[in-house]
């Protein structure tokens, strides 16, 4: 019996309503650890090159990892990857909550789905049994409504669901896959992929806790949580005050995104901060299965125009900032509301939120007018409008629903010249609330990931620039980063630190820790920690470089299957507003990314990647990793 984890492996093939049960290797687990890096194994091998990625021969795969519900905190999480119907490469998405522990204990670690359903089902998973269930009493309903019927149906309210909504019912592009009705695997249209298979919901529970090889070990760890919160600045603001703790610190430092990312800072701030969101809507502090961090918000309001169910939990920073800043936004009720319709339909926030700010700023220039938006005033600053809008989309209705369902870079298609200035894509995929003007490693970063722009797939500048604390370069020196560049560099050692971090983070996802638990810099414990809880939970003498390896053939895997979709060196590319100085005010007012510097850096990535100069990983690399099968696939 393996530590950590079942050793079994969930197929369903929809089309014919059976069921596999897989128990892989040891060393299959000990290599590619979980998550996306053990996704992108079936995903590569079975997936065939150029398909719709809406057909029934895209796989649509949940992975937990070897430590995924492990008694400590940050493990909760579970990883959702298929071809993206956003960017026809891979798609990737993340949640927390309890489904991902819940998933564990429901005795498998992953379940791979293929084919399409003939009719609308779902799947329960419970103390290892699994069978397929009628859905269509489900169809059209909002989450909170399944979730209901589903405990009532299953007589029990401690199952856990994760499920499509009615947006990727009607087919809105970049629809999510919800659990507990407010955690979303929301980006690169992983729910939309769900709904083409006819997959209502993935409901499981279980008794099945993993052993764990070393308790002593992983109960000390467990237990200097509390004790290192209280002294770590960044993590006692994010368990007070949740994600949105950053607006302030974004916004002075120049990179809360506003008006569609044509400012670095927003006049209103502190209206949409996350101390407003204390004083005044927050009703309690929430959190993912084992973890003391309390980060997530439950909001409640009842009176005045907006109001906000505590169901639904509450908005994060990056809908704050996509909802708020991006559109100009002051009003921490309207922006929450549109949270809680995000959560209720199943949509991305970000995709969401940045796809109305587009809509505004080609409404502010004339490119759309009344005619187009059915007689919506869509001005920056208009709450009613940005509702009204965001109604539309998650139910592909009205004027301008059915246009920006489809996200912002196919919305520029179709409206034509003009527009493609105001996006700010990679791959098709929304730039979250981080400004790479400032942040450059960051632009870097949003230009090659596998899945688009992300703020998640690498550490900040702040944490590895000129003046950073003795704590976060401690444990960056773990990692081999040692000398912090010049504030907004994008020179060599700062191209080494987006490596590099990339590489930890994404051994995190491999591993689905929380990004806020485990990390290379500011988090609850650093990268000695992080090798120390595996080592307990599964008994492995693991380093920090074999994680490290991990993480690296995650990227490559994914890599590999964008090059065999036909992605290049072009598809890495920043869209022309980062290019242009910034107005407004604060300390990136004109600042702007220079073309030469961003394809010096470029290159040189490629070249610490061992790719070539398209962006294409070599052999080397591929025996570097241990993948050369993965040639086999291209
Ligand atoms: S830090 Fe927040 S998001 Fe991460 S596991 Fe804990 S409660 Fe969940």
């Not at 959560?343 to 409404?363: K, L, N, P």
């Not at 025996?623 to 050369?628: F, K, N, R």
């Amino acid at each position: 019996m393996p530590y950590g984890y079942n050793g079994k492996i969930l197929h369903v093939d929809l089309t014919t309503g059976t069921f596999e049960v897989e128990e892989p290797s040891d060393n299959f687990y000990r290599k590619y650890m979980g998550g996306s890096a053990m996704a992108m194994v079936y995903i590569l091998r079975e997936v065939p090159a150029g398909i719709d990625p809406l057909s029934p021969e895209n796989l649509l795969t949940f992975f937990t990892s070897v430590v995924t519900g492990a008694p400590i905190s940050g493990q909760s999480r579970i990883n959702v990857n298929a071809k993206s119907p956003m960017s026809l490469g891979i798609g990737d998405s993340q949640a927390g909550g309890f489904f991902p522990a819940e998933f564990k204990f429901a005795g498998y670690d992953g379940i791979i789905f293929r084919g399409k359903s003939p009719k609308p089902v779902y799947l329960s998973v419970i103390d290892g049994v699994a069978a397929l269930h009628d859905a269509s009493h489900l169809m059209g309903k909002i989450t909170g409504e399944v979730d209901a019927i589903l405990k009532n149906e299953m007589a029990d309210p401690k199952i856990e669901i994760a499920q499509i909504g009615p947006a990727a019912e009607v087919g809105v592009r970049f629809s999510g896959i919800v659990n507990m009705s407010n955690r979303l695997n929301g980006r690169t249209g992983m729910g939309l992929v769900m709904a083409s298979k006819n997959l209502k919901a993935v409901v499981v529970r279980g008794k099945k806790k993993p052993e764990i090889a070393d308790p002593a070990a992983l109960i000390a760890l467990n237990r200097s949580g509390p004790k290192l919160m209280p002294e770590n600045a960044d993590m006692d603001g994010l368990g007070k005050l949740g994600t949105a703790s950053v607006v302030i610190f974004n916004n002075a430092i120049g990179t809360l995104p506003t008006r569609n990312y044509s400012e670095g800072q927003f006049e209103d701030a502190e209206m949409i901060s996350g101390e407003k969101m204390a004083e005044t809507i927050l009703k309690k502090r929430d959190t993912c299965y084992a973890c003391i961090v309390r980060c997530k918000r439950v909001v409640e309001i009842t009176k005045g125009k907006y109001t906000a169910d505590p169901y639904y939990g509450g908005a994060e920073y990056e809908t704050i900032g996509t909802f708020g800043s991006y559109c100009g936004i002051n009003d921490l009720a309207a922006i929450s509301q549109a949270h809680q319709i995000c959560d209720m339909y199943g949509v991305d926030s970000i995709t969401c939120g940045a796809t109305i700010a587009f809509a505004m700023e080609c409404f502010e220039h004339g490119i759309i007018g009344l005619t187009e938006t059915g007689g919506i005033e869509l001005r920056f600053g208009n709450a009613d409008a940005m509702l009204a809008i965001l109604n539309q989309i998650v139910t592909k209705s009205g004027a301008l629903g059915p246009v920006l369902a489809e996200g912002s870079a196919r919305a520029a298609k179709m409206w034509g010249t003009g527009t493609e200035e105001f996006l700010i894509t990679v791959k098709n995929e929304e730039a979250p609330a981080h400004m790479p003007q400032a942040k450059r490693s960051l632009a870097l970063i949003y230009a090659v990931n596998n899945f688009g722009a992300d703020h998640q797939s690498s550490e900040h500048d702040p944490y590895y620039e000129e003046g950073v604390a003795d704590f976060n370069l401690d444990r960056l020196r773990e990692i081999d980063l040692h000398e912090p560049p010049a504030f907004q560099s994008l020179g060599a050692e700062k191209v080494r630190f987006a490596a590099y971090t990339q590489i930890f983070y994404s051994m995190l996802d491999s591993l689905e820790l929380c990004q806020f638990v485990y990390g290379p810099t500011w988090t609850l414990y650093g990268p000695k920690e992080t090798a120390d809880m595996i080592r307990a939970v599964t008994g492995w003498k693991v380093s920090i470089f074999e994680l490290m390896k991990v993480g690296e053939r995650r990227i490559n895997m994914m890599r590999a299957f964008n090059v065999r979709e036909g992605f290049t060196r072009k598809d890495d590319q920043l869209p022309q507003k980062f290019f242009k100085p910034l107005v407004g005010t604060g300390p990136t007012a004109g600042v702007a990314l220079g073309h030469e510097e961003f394809n010096t850096a470029l290159d040189l990535y490629y070249q610490l990647m061992g790719w070539t100069p398209d962006g294409v990983p070599t052999t080397a690399k591929y025996v570097d990793l241990g993948i050369e099968w993965v040639k086999d696939y291209l």
